[in-house]
């Protein structure tokens, strides 16, 4: 239980380009999914926590709107990388809580190359 | 703010060995989690044990135990017996309870570990 499947799982593009990555909980209601990102080598920082029907809080220095989020359902919590540059490339990991005091489990991410 | 520390950038121990990897965190909290994570080559963040602040006693998962000294606030992960499939990158991480569902994770900076066959 508690699958978290995140797509897609790489992703090249122009830079320019806007790209919509999408965290799905496959077995069980998220009211709360969060979104990572990782660099080579690094630790994994946290961006944003996503908030069913309302909107997400962001961390200190990420920009709400170059990194869009929505989470219109309770399975299923988007980022949209907008107006995407070569400094955006990075691996994006998004996770969800089963619930109050639960681990989150997490997807299994996307690489992000842009040209 | 929470602080998770991880001072050895890299492990190696031979196969069928023990190792322990380090973790110390700072915290004003009383009540909080913590976490060790592994993430192999694939780069799939696996959770390996998770520790209650107030459960004296030290959770274990098989081969995998932890020492948890809250007044020193450490939380070490020790490997048993050590497996191949054990090669990966383990963090550390610490989560307070905020509100309802909105629990942050704080990682550590990871420690690399190397399984010697």
């Known amino acids: 239980g508690a699958v978290v499947s995140q797509h897609p799982s790489r992703v090249i593009c122009k830079s320019g380009t806007s790209v919509k990555i999408e965290c799905r909980s496959l077995?069980?209601?998220?009211?709360?999914m969060f979104w990572y990102r990782q660099f080579p080598k690094q630790s994994l920082m946290l961006m944003a926590t996503?908030?069913?029907?309302?909107?997400?809080?962001?961390e200190q220095g990420v920009e709400k709107d170059k990194f869009l989020i929505n989470h219109a359902s309770l399975t299923l919590s988007t980022l949209t990388v907008t107006s995407a540059h070569p400094e955006d490339s990075s691996f994006y990991i998004c996770?969800?809580?089963?619930?109050?005091?639960?681990?989150?489990?997490f997807g299994d991410g996307t690489r992000l190359s842009i040209l | 703010a929470q602080t998770v520390t991880q001072s050895q950038p890299e492990m190696s121990v031979q196969e069928a060995e023990t190792v322990t990897l380090s973790c110390t965190y700072d915290?004003?909290?009383?009540?909080?989690?913590l976490f060790w994570y592994k993430q192999p080559p694939s780069r799939q963040m696996i959770l390996v044990i998770r520790?209650?602040?107030?459960?004296?006693q030290n959770a274990t998962e098989n081969r995998f135990s932890v020492n948890f000294q809250k007044a020193a606030k450490s939380f070490s992960l020790k490997i048993s017996d050590s497996q191949l499939g054990d090669a990966a990158m383990y963090f550390c991480?610490?989560?307070?309870?905020?509100?309802?569902?909105?629990?942050?994770?704080?990682f550590g900076t990871g420690t690399r570990l190397t399984i010697i066959p």
């Open positions: 996503s908030n069913e029907g309302s909107k997400a809080t962001y």
């Open positions: 077995d069980f209601q998220a009211t709360t």
């Open positions: 520790q209650e602040a107030y459960k004296q």
């Open positions: 915290t004003s909290e009383s009540d909080y989690y």
């Open positions: 996770s969800a809580s089963l619930g109050f005091g639960q681990p989150q489990h």
């Open positions: 991480a610490y989560r307070v309870p905020t509100n309802f569902g909105n629990e942050k994770l704080t």
